[in-house]
């Protein structure tokens, strides 16, 4: 039992070397998108958020920082919808 133990050991190290599958490609922005999350960063609840960050408080900063991802996202879909690109309604993302 020890031998093929010991046997095993140097398959399952090489089997470790594989090539890692490849990275799922992102999707390519359109102008108007990367303008919409141009505007959402420089959005007034994104900066004060931005502002709030306290870097020793590591629990606080993991909250903030999902927090101005939100407004983020929630500032980008309300552009795209003014400029006509994405049609209001929808399921809302799970939140974590």
Do not use: H, K, W
């Not at 594989?18 to 900066?47: F, H, I, L, N, Q």
């Amino acid at each position: 039992m020890r031998g093929a133990a010991l046997l095993a050991l140097p398959l399952l190290a090489l089997a470790a070397c594989g090539t890692p599958a490849p990275a799922p490609e992102a999707r390519a922005m359109s102008a108007m998108e990367a303008e919409c999350r141009a505007e959402a960063r420089a959005s007034v609840p994104a900066r004060e958020l931005g502002r709030a960050s306290n870097f020793s408080n590591y629990t606080y900063t993991d909250q903030l920082r999902v927090a101005q991802q939100d407004a983020e996202n929630r500032a980008t879909m309300d552009c795209l919808r003014r400029r006509g690109a994405i049609r209001g309604g929808g399921v809302e993302p799970v939140r974590r």
